[in-house]
């Protein structure tokens, strides 16, 4: 375990240094400071994580682009997985992209994830991880999110709750909300990609939209099976960077959509509108805006889909 001690030492310094820069507001032992600590190290990840998630939008953009060749090398070597998996690597590779780029941020995080809980878990065991001190196990043991010690877990037996602080009843019903929280955000995070982020099906077999219709309901179970093993103060993280995640995608599937996406027409609709076209207007499906041209019917009165006829002038004609 060794080699993660520079890992404990990296998180448990950081929460330090947030701590101290609450402190004079709130008081060392106040759980509010320990709280905000927790959220503004999530912040801090969330913020050196950005150019991982770029590659992860352009990546998965690169693979809805290729989408007709997958899916022709899908047909070609359908009695073939080997020749299939084979020739998908190569058209990766040509265009340089990676199915796996989507993973970065969420195994980027596993780590720290499971640095933070460790030392969350000390305070819990009494035991300092990391650079806290003594003092500093003691300060955390006595924070509490709502009223639930940030050290607390759902499992947790009652007399050990007591000794940090906190009621049983408390507890279970902080970590189920979060939990039940931290489920919804993930569960509107993938929705809200495939309802809205993401190009619409063609009928035919989409790898992507499989992929996502998957994690949309397994995400979910997994928080829910495994959260109430884990401290509050862990579950605050987690609950945090589920926010940041789908206030994220929403506004880079509100801003910058994936090219063919509905969220892309949309786009496209408003910004038409905002240049003058009018809502009588087609939009047509690639995204692009069909305006018709003013016709004339013999009355002097435009009609809409008519090319207006240059007239000659008689008096030319006559000469």
Request: hydrophobic share 45%; aromatic share 10%; net charge positive.
């Amino acid at each position: 375990m060794g080699i993660f001690n520079p890992l404990y030492d990296a998180i448990s310094w950081v929460i330090l240094r947030f701590h101290a820069l609450f402190e004079p507001l709130f008081g060392s032992d106040s759980g509010v400071t320990w709280s905000l600590a927790i959220i503004f190290l999530v912040v801090l990840i969330r913020i050196i994580l950005i150019p991982l998630f770029v590659k992860q939008i352009k990546s998965q953009r690169a693979l809805t682009v290729l989408q007709p060749e997958m899916k022709a090398i899908q047909q070609k070597y359908k009695d073939d997985r080997q020749k299939q998996s084979e020739e998908m690597m190569k058209l990766y590779k040509k265009h340089g992209t990676n199915p796996l780029a989507s993973c970065f941020p969420l195994l980027a995080q596993a780590p720290i994830f499971f640095a933070l809980f460790t030392v969350l878990n000390g305070i819990a065991q009494d035991v300092p991880r990391g650079v806290l001190t003594q003092a500093d196990v003691d300060s955390a043991a006595n924070a509490s999110f709502f009223g639930a010690p940030i050290a607390a877990t759902f499992l947790m037996g009652s007399q050990d709750i007591e000794k940090l602080g906190g009621t049983p009843a408390t507890v279970k019903a902080i970590t189920l909300v979060m939990i039940l929280l931290m489920s919804a955000s993930t569960f509107i995070t993938q929705k809200q990609l495939m309802t809205k982020g993401m190009p619409k099906n063609d009928g035919q077999p989409n790898m992507m939209l499989q992929q996502q219709k998957i994690l949309l309901y397994l995400f979910p179970i997994i928080f829910a099976v495994t959260g109430i093993n884990f401290p509050v103060g862990v579950l605050l993280y987690w609950l945090t960077t589920n926010l940041w995640t789908m206030g994220q995608q929403f506004y880079v599937i509100k801003r910058n959509p994936t090219p063919g996406s509905p969220a892309y027409f949309e786009l496209e609709a408003k910004r038409a509108k905002k240049s003058g076209v009018t809502q009588s207007d087609d939009v047509t499906n690639n995204g692009s805006v069909a305006v018709e041209e003013p016709g004339a019917d013999g009355t002097g009165n435009d009609v809409k889909g008519q090319r207006v006829q240059p007239k000659r002038d008689k008096k030319k004609k006559k000469r």
